[in-house]
């Protein structure tokens, strides 16, 4: 059963930076893409950035230039950093990985990310 596991939430402070972790464990099969979503209250799911096995890389409008998408492909592990944070970051974040045989979605169980003072 394939599983992606977050890490790295939590209460930051304006401006502050962090670190989220997903490490995916069950897996048999190429995971492609892998990337991060978020959901904020009473807004839709939307995407923050995804990066293939090749190392391509995809960023919202919202944070580019000022966050970071990266996988370990042996690990099947994907992080994104994200600095300069805004009250508007704040959301749950969702850990995203495709199938490459098949094309099932797979997503973590979400990390609360808030950003205030």
């Known amino acids: 059963q394939v599983q992606l596991v977050e890490s790295g939430g939590g209460l930051v402070q304006p401006g502050g930076s962090l670190r989220l972790s997903c490490a995916g464990s069950?897996?048999?099969?190429?995971?492609?893409?892998m990337g991060w979503y978020r959901q904020a209250p009473g807004k839709q799911r939307e995407l923050v950035a995804t990066i293939t096995s090749g190392g391509s890389t995809k960023y919202a409008d919202s944070v580019k230039g000022r966050s970071t998408i990266s996988r370990d492909n042996a690990k099947n592990t994907v992080y994104l950093s994200i600095d300069g944070l805004k009250p508007g970051d704040t959301a749950v974040y969702y850990c995203y990985a495709k199938a490459v045989f098949g094309g099932a979605d797979y997503w973590g169980q979400g990390t609360q990310v808030t950003v205030s003072s």
């Open positions: 069950g897996i048999q099969f190429s995971l492609d893409p």
